[in-house]
């Protein structure tokens, strides 16, 4: 069984930059896919970006490629999920998610997921 706790949300100004924690424990972290998911207040969860075991491999959605950038230390058990240039579409819960084989960009492809961390762009 794998937990995971993110951290590091908060309040910003249209135009500045958070970055999301996401410690994990109870696992093999290093076999592991990690994702990071958001929702927004009435809208559905949506995919922001994924991370493969192998650091070299990401993907993210096309609402925030070129602004964030997911990254991992296996040697640390922890994914981050840097973002830049934030706006206030961007306002959600941020949920960190790990997927034992290949993840992708539907929730149910993950196996575990945090609790979120609450992210706010002010305009």
């Known amino acids: 069984q794998v937990q995971l706790v993110e951290s590091g949300g908060g309040l910003v100004q249209t135009g500045g930059s958070l970055r999301l924690s996401c410690a994990a424990s109870?696992?093999?972290?290093?076999?592991?896919?990690m994702g990071w998911f958001r929702q927004a207040p009435g809208k559905e969860q949506e995919f922001v970006a994924r991370i493969r075991r192998s650091s070299s491999i990401t993907y993210y959605a096309d609402s925030v490629k070129g602004r964030f950038i997911v990254s991992r230390d296996n040697a640390k058990n922890m994914v981050y999920l840097q973002m830049n240039s934030l706006k206030p579409e961007d306002t959600a819960v941020y949920y960190c998610a790990a997927d034992r084989n290949y993840g992708g960009p539907y929730s149910f492809q993950y196996d575990y997921w945090g609790q979120g961390t609450q992210v706010t762009v002010s305009s």
């Open positions: 109870g696992g093999t972290f290093s076999t592991y896919t």
